[in-house]
């Protein structure tokens, strides 16, 4: 009598994880074993990539209206202040949209928040 050798499900668990770790060099991209730990990490990395991006951008668009600002002789932080109190209700991505492609509607932004 042959034996087992699990069969079709556990093949095609097998074949998924080689498939997501294709491209990887050595071991890695042809072992089941080694590939799996692989992945695994790759997956950890992935996770906490696609929330260090929101970080790394908001990050950026902050940067970007804090130039714009500083231009016009105003702080970052002074302009976020004057534009709570203003009621404008633009977030950070919008502002710096705003302050990249149209700088003078950044600046009348900016001078309806000195009133």
């Known amino acids: 009598m042959p ?25 890695r991209s042809s072992c089941h074993a080694i590939a799996n730990e692989a992945v695994q990490h790759k997956w950890l990395h992935q996770y906490r990539s696609r929330r260090q991006r929101k970080r790394d951008f908001r990050s950026l668009w902050i940067q970007r209206i804090n130039a714009a600002a500083r231009n016009l002789g105003h702080s970052y932080s002074k302009l976020i202040g004057a534009l709570g109190k203003a009621q404008i209700g633009l ?25």
């Open 91 to 115: 977030n950070r991505k919008m502002l710096s949209n705003i302050a990249i492609s149209d700088p003078v509607a950044f600046q009348a932004i900016v001078q309806s928040t000195a009133n």
């Open 3 to 27: 034996r087992a050798r699990r069969g079709f499900k556990a093949r095609r668990r097998r074949n998924r994880i080689l498939k997501e770790a294709k491209g990887f060099r050595g071991k």
